[in-house]
T-cell receptor, first 112, second 113 residues
């Protein structure tokens, strides 16, 4: 089955700097890669996703890149703000009835 | 927020007792999921449902069972709770299946003593 590795497990950045979180996956059939954000004590929420026919997707200060050959995808957050502090989860799925497999999460701290 | 509620939100129980967590949705979404969240393990899928009475196992299904007799309700049962099942349980729903956005409930914190 699919295995998703996520790095780093914790990340601290200064406000205004960029943050990058990387994930690798094992199943070459995977074609859907979402990112979820979970603020302290809250539920996870989708922030951006990418499908295998696209190499990069942006939404304001966040972007996701996908390298299918290397089987890795990354979340990029630019101009970080304190409200970006949260746990971020990547996930992968090969579609059909195959459920999402999540990475173990990255705790991002943005220091003002 | 999507109309999804979990009950109870907090529960403390003893080893060996049965526990049922309820997930209720008002969105009429076809797909429903139960995840558990533990420090260092992220979100792990327990069971999921793709329709009334249609369920399947996830990666950590041992010790858990589920039932879905109505579109709006998905029940997670621990037949005989163990301390290793102490966790935060999240229900999630999706309209468009595996590759659609998951909407999570607020979570149920279960402590097994």
């Amino acid at each position: 089955g699919e295995n998703v590795e996520q790095h780093p497990s914790t990340l601290s950045v200064q406000e205004g700097d960029s943050a990058v979180i990387k994930c690798t996956y094992s199943d070459s059939a995977s074609n859907y890669f979402p990112w979820y954000k979970q603020e302290l004590g809250k539920r996870p929420q989708l922030i951006i996703d990418i499908r295998s026919n696209v190499g990069e997707k942006k939404d304001q200060r966040i972007a996701v890149t996908l390298n299918k050959t290397a089987k890795h995808f990354s979340l990029h957050i630019t101009e970080t703000q304190p409200e970006d502090s949260a746990v971020y989860f990547c996930a992968a799925s090969s579609g059909g009835n195959t459920p999402l497999v999540f990475g173990k999460g990255t705790r991002l701290s943005v220091i003002a | 927020d999507a109309g999804i509620t979990q009950s109870p939100r907090h529960k403390v129980t003893e080893t060996g007792t049965p526990v049922t967590l309820r997930c209720h949705q008002t969105e009429n979404h076809r797909y429903m999921y139960w995840y558990r969240q533990d420090p260092g393990h992220g979100l792990r899928l327990i069971h999921y449902s793709y329709g009334v009475k249609d369920t399947d196992k996830g990666e950590v299904s041992d010790g858990y069972s589920v039932s879905r007799s109505k579109t709006e309700d998905f029940l997670l049962t621990l037949e005989s709770a163990t301390s290793s099942q102490t966790s935060v349980y999240f229900c999630a729903i999706s309209e468009s299946g595996i590759t659609g956005e998951l909407f999570f409930g607020e979570g149920s914190r279960l402590t097994v003593l």
